[in-house]
């Protein structure tokens, strides 16, 4: 329900967030685009919209940009969420739901769990000092 608001907003505001460089017959004879009737109105995704292709472009821009200046990672870890967390669980147990009911709360808890896990990372704990990383 909140991407959709989010989309629905990106809709009604496309000149708040500079789309207008992007619409025009010029853009579609330029994609190829030469029948009139597949040319209609485009929503322009912004930059902050997450999952979107400006954000993956973006994120794969800055990453590209780590790598060149401090050299390619020695390390790549994965995180996952486990429903069974204690944090979760407890949560759950008060109102009596799943975790599949309640994605928000294991979404909150995963995030913070790793922006705890990015500031040991980071203070040196466990692999040494780190001399890049991006900002969760």
Known sequence: MIESQRLSWVRQNQSK???????????????????????????????????GRRYMFNNCQDAQALCKRY???????????????IEIQRHLSNSGNYASYR???????????????????RKGHYFGKVIASKNI
């Open 17 to 51: 967030i500079r789309s207008g460089f992007l619409k025009g017959l010029e853009e579609a004879v330029g994609r190829g685009d030469l029948d009139a009737l597949s040319i209609g109105s485009r929503v322009v995704l912004p930059v902050s919209f997450t999952g």
């Open 71 to 85: 050299g390619y990672p020695d390390l790549f870890l994965t995180i996952t969420c486990n429903p069974k967390w």
């Open 103 to 121: 994605p928000d709360v294991c979404c909150r808890v995963f995030h913070l769990k790793l922006q705890e896990m990015m500031t040991d990372f």
